[in-house]
């Protein structure tokens, strides 16, 4: 039997205006089927690359995209809400409200800049000044090549501010075949991060451990 909305564990999950939204539309896939409750901002650059980068027309006000994505994943009523970025009286805008675990991804440079100064222009900034402040954990998926010395400035203070850095750098040790698996690669790292089971993605050496020994 599926949890109630009450009793599922939120994951704050933020889509920003950098190319790879792929990554964040398949972390919200997983954590919907991994029966989490997921609470979603997007940015309106995020919404130009979502039209420019895949075939999904999305609504451009929050309450449309989420009846529009709830359908989409084929999610339980209340499982995927949706905010708008000055809806300061969501949850998430405060740390007596927001979850416990945030994921910003795709997060742009510009997102990323404002995040490491506590800019907190719009909800996705409150957002993750909230889990900075609160030592709640973050963790910030930047996808541009190559890095300026502001954007690594910018990563190492987030870092040594407890956040985890994780760049869309998709491995192939697993020789991936199709530009899914790529996506995948990267959501499973995420996911590892935030202690959610997922086979997307063996860990490293799981076969040795599953198999006979090597002489």
């Known amino acids: 039997m599926a949890a109630t909305e009450q009793k ?50 999305l609504p451009g006000q929050a309450a449309e995209q989420e009846r529009f994505l709830t359908g989409y ?3 339980e009523p209340g499982q995927l809400k949706v905010f708008g970025r000055e809806q300061w009286m969501a949850p998430v805008a405060s740390g007596s409200g927001a979850p416990s675990k945030m994921v910003v991804c795709p997060c742009s440079t510009g997102s990323l800049s404002a995040i490491a100064t506590g800019a907190s ?12 402040k609160e030592r709640r954990q973050l963790i910030l998926v930047p996808r541009e090549a190559p890095y300026s010395e502001i954007h690594l400035e910018h990563m ?33 790292r995420i996911l590892n991060q935030l202690d959610i089971p997922q086979d997307l993605l063996p860990r490293w050496g799981d076969q040795l451990l599953q198999g006979p020994a090597q002489s």
Do not use: H, W
Not at 121 to 132: K, Q, Y
Not at 177 to 184: F, G, N, R
């Open 121 to 132: 222009n719009n909800l996705i900034e409150r957002a993750a000044d909230v889990a900075l």
């Open 73 to 75: 994943y084929n999610a």
């Open 8 to 57: 599922r564990e939120a994951v704050t999950v933020a889509i920003t205006g950098a190319s790879g939204v792929q990554y964040g539309l398949r972390l919200i896939q997983c954590l919907l089927a991994a029966d989490k409750q997921v609470l979603l901002m997007v940015s309106r650059a995020a919404q130009v690359v979502i039209a420019t980068e895949t075939d999904l027309q």
């Open 156 to 188: 190492l203070k987030l870092t040594r501010m407890g956040a985890v850095v994780i760049p869309a750098s998709p491995g192939f040790y697993q020789r991936p075949q199709t530009v899914e698996e790529m996506v995948d690669f990267i959501v499973a």
